[in-house]
Structures are given as structure tokens and as C-alpha cells.
């Protein structure tokens, strides 16, 4: 089965910086995707930014030239550099992989999540 694991969350003040960090394991035929997506209280989960493998990214308007989402080249883990964080931003930053666990087989697959804090 393949496992995705977040780390790097926090509380941060606004205006400061965060760095999220994921890792992707186990059965792993062919990474397409990575990417954060995150959940307020109350709200739906949106996509935050996300990379594919020919090394795409795509953001969400609210965090366009804030956050910046990269990938190590094996594309099993994802990144998530976060500079001028607001109040807004406070959230549980989930990780996903949009990836074949085998040559048959595809979907979404979720990390846990990762706190992020920001107060004003």
C-alpha cells in the first residue's frame, strides 16, 4: 500500500515562515502528482498548490506568490515553502499523491495531516 506522511507544521506568527515537508512509501508503480491541499474549521478542503511529475505546479489564488510547492526529483516527496503567512492560513495541511500503486490500480492517497497556526 502506499503511504504518504506529512511533517513540518506549527504555530507561526503572521508574516512568518513554515516549511511542510511529505514523503510517499510503500507500493509505488508511477508518482503523478503531489500536493497540499488544506481544511479549516468549517470549510470544505481546498488544493493549496501541487506539482506533477513533468514538474507542473498550479496554486490556489490566495497563496500565489507566497507559497512555493517543489519535489525531489524521485517525485516521492513534496514540499511546501510558506513566507508571509496570515491568520487565513490556519488550517490541517493535508499531503496527497495522485499515483498507480500498481500498474492497475491508481487514485488519491492521504497523509494525516499537519497543523498549521498562524496567529495574528
Known amino acids: 500500500q502506499l503511504q504518504v506522511v506529512e511533517s513540518g507544521g506549527g504555530p507561526v506568527q503572521a508574516g512568518g515562515s513554515l516549511r511542510l515537508s511529505c514523503a510517499a512509501s510503500?507500493?509505488?508503480?508511477?508518482?503523478?502528482?503531489m500536493g497540499w491541499y488544506r481544511q479549516a474549521p468549517g470549510k470544505e478542503r481546498e488544493l493549496v498548490a501541487r506539482?506533477?511529475?513533468?514538474?507542473?505546479?498550479e496554486y490556489a489564488d490566495s497563496v500565489k506568490g507566497r507559497f512555493t510547492v517543489s519535489g525531489d526529483n524521485a517525485m516521492n516527496k513534496v514540499y511546501l515553502q510558506m513566507n508571509r503567512l496570515r491568520p487565513e492560513d490556519t488550517a490541517v495541511y493535508y499531503c496527497?499523491?495522485?499515483?498507480?500503486?500498481?500498474?492497475?490500480?491508481?487514485?488519491?492517497?492521504w497523509g494525516r495531516g499537519t497543523q498549521v497556526t498562524v496567529s495574528s
Open positions: 496527497n499523491a495522485y499515483a498507480y500503486s500498481d500498474p492497475s490500480q491508481w487514485g488519491d492517497f
Open positions: 510503500g507500493s509505488i508503480f508511477k508518482m503523478l502528482a
Open positions: 506539482i506533477t511529475s513533468g514538474g507542473s505546479t
